[in-house]
């Protein structure tokens, strides 16, 4: 990842790891944080783990949150009253009345993304959360995700007029493609050593495309995805590069002719 995020060893003693990293991103920004900022500042963090930390660090007198427009602060910086756990006994399932926050709205259409362009999306993306056995403690981060890469597919249609085209050697993804990524977790430098793979690979093909944006899209998920699997067996690894017992069974194989030749020489079989 690209960022790189101080952490007080003392934190680290009293409250773990991830807690300690959700305080003290909380302390230096020294103002009311949106939820869904700390989720996209930790991608290396699952939702269950901002939200664990969060109600941790509220139970301890720590931090407040405000359940109403998803804002931490500091302890005694707003009312008690106000103050209420993101994560709860109750399931934190999606509701089919959801919809986004006013702020994940305005980032969609700071992006450029229609305001029609997001109502449409909403009762698939409901639909989809709502079939899925998994919960979050937000889905405003999710939608926002979802949204921009359903507008990069939009726009690339539009931009080509649907004409498919093949890939240029020069080709790079668009800045709405590389933003999406970096939603994902997936860091610059890894889009960068594996772009000119990407692009040798669909130049050798010579097929045409309407959006290479989305074909690169999937290829990079795939490749990171194939990454960690690799990295977390690579011990695993280095005992299938050779059969150990290869030699033994060719040698098996050598004896056993020789003996069955030699018995029919004996008996004249």
């Given amino acids: 990842m690209d960022k790189h995020h101080k952490i007080n060893i003392e934190y680290a003693k009293k409250l773990g790891l991830k807690s300690a990293l959700v305080y003290q991103y909380v302390k230096d920004m020294n103002s009311d944080t949106k939820l869904h900022t700390i989720i996209e500042e930790f991608p290396y963090l699952s939702n269950e783990d901002v939200g664990n930390s969060i109600k941790s660090l509220v139970e301890q007198g720590l931090i407040e949150f405000n ?9 005694s910086t707003i009312q008690k009253t106000k103050i209420r756990t993101p994560i709860s006994n109750r399931s934190n399932k999606i509701d089919k009345s959801w919809s986004p926050s006013e702020d994940a ?5 700071r992006a450029g993304v229609d305001a029609e ?4 999306l909403l009762d698939e993306f409901i639909i989809y959360w709502s079939e899925r056995s998994s919960t979050l403690v937000s889905y405003n981060s999710k939608f926002i995700e979802y ?7 939009h726009t690339a249609e539009i931009d080509t007029k649907s004409v498919p085209r093949i890939i240029d050697k020069n080709w790079a993804p668009s800045e709405d493609c590389l933003d999406i990524i970096k939603m994902t977790g997936i860091d610059d430098a890894f889009v960068r050593l ?3 793979e990407f692009i040798l690979y669909w130049k050798e093909d010579g097929r045409a495309f309407v959006s290479w944006d989305i074909k690169f899209l999937d290829f990079i998920k ?13 011990h695993t690894y280095k005992f299938d590069l050779f059969d150990p017992y290869a030699d033994d069974e060719d040698k098996s194989k050598k004896s056993t002719k020789g003996n069955i030749k030699d018995l029919r020489k004996k008996y004249k079989i």
């Fill in 117 to 120: 362009f997001i109502d449409g």
């Fill in 105 to 109: 709205v305005e980032v969609l259409q």
């Fill in 147 to 153: 949204c921009r890469l359903k507008w990069a597919q």
């Fill in 67 to 75: 359940d109403d427009n998803q804002i931490i602060t500091l302890s």
């Fill in 222 to 234: 795939n490749k990171w995805n194939y990454n960690v699997e690799v990295t977390s067996k690579e």
């Fill in 194 to 196: 594996h772009l000119p």
